[in-house]
């Protein structure tokens, strides 16, 4: 079955660094795949979306690499505030039967430190 | 607009009770979905539904049911509820077309 590993420790940064999280996954390669945040007692929030055809997305100061051969993503937030500490959670596409299912990553934990 | 709710937002029940959580969108959203979320383990599928009367099992169904007369309910019961299933339960729905599912803010479920 489709696994995803996300680093389960906290990543603790400075403000202004660069944050790089990492999500893997075994198996097939999903058609696409998607990053939500997580602020505590709150239900995921959509951020990104990048496609098996694409090799990078971005948003604002959020960028996303999929790299399908490696069988990775990776999540970076540029110029990072306090306020972008939250849990960030990777999803893959699953999809069966015609419906579009998600698999979700256990998340990562960023605290971006003043 | 509300967007998509949850009901209760916290509950606390005993082993073997029946219990039922809510979820209401107001968006008209064909599919719903019903995830429940403990520490390690992430966000883990338990039914979901592509339109009103059609729903089909997720990751983890063993010990709920659901059920979606009108599109834009999509109510999750435990029947006899176990104390392995104290979670916190998030429902979410997406319309067809596109792939971004919405979540609601999420049930905190403890069973006694």
Redesign the interface.
């Given at each position: 079955s489709q696994k995803?590993e996300q680093n389960?420790e906290a990543l603790n940064i400075q403000e202004g660094k660069t944050a790089t999280l990492t999500c893997n996954y075994t198996n097939y390669s999903p058609a696409?795949l998607?990053w939500y945040r997580q602020d505590p007692?709150?239900?995921?929030?959509?951020l990104l979306?990048i496609r098996e055809n694409e090799k990078e997305k971005r948003k604002e100061r959020l960028k996303v690499t999929f790299d399908t051969t490696l069988k990775q993503s990776l999540f970076h937030i540029t110029a990072s505030q306090p306020a972008d500490s939250a849990t960030y959670?990777c999803?893959l596409?699953m999809s069966s039967?015609g419906?579009?299912?998600?698999?979700?990553?256990?998340?990562t934990r960023l605290a971006v430190h003043p | 607009d509300a967007g998509i709710t949850q009901s209760p937002r916290y509950k606390i029940t005993e082993t073997g009770r029946q219990v039922t959580l809510m979820c209401h969108q107001t968006w008209s959203h064909s599919y719903m979905f019903w995830y429940r979320q403990d520490l390690g383990h992430g966000l883990r599928l338990i039914y979901y539904s592509a339109a009103a009367d059609i729903t089909d099992k997720g990751e983890v169904p063993d010990g709920y049911v659901v059920s979606r007369s009108k599109t834009e309910n999509f109510p999750l019961t435990l029947e006899s509820a176990t104390r392995s299933q104290t979670s916190v339960y998030f429902c979410a729905s997406r319309t067809s077309g596109t792939d971004t599912q919405y979540f609601g803010p999420g049930t905190r479920l403890t069973v006694l």
């Open positions: 995803i389960s696409y998607q007692g709150r239900g995921p929030v959509f979306l959670l999803a596409d039967g419906y579009n299912k998600l698999i979700f990553g256990a998340g | -």
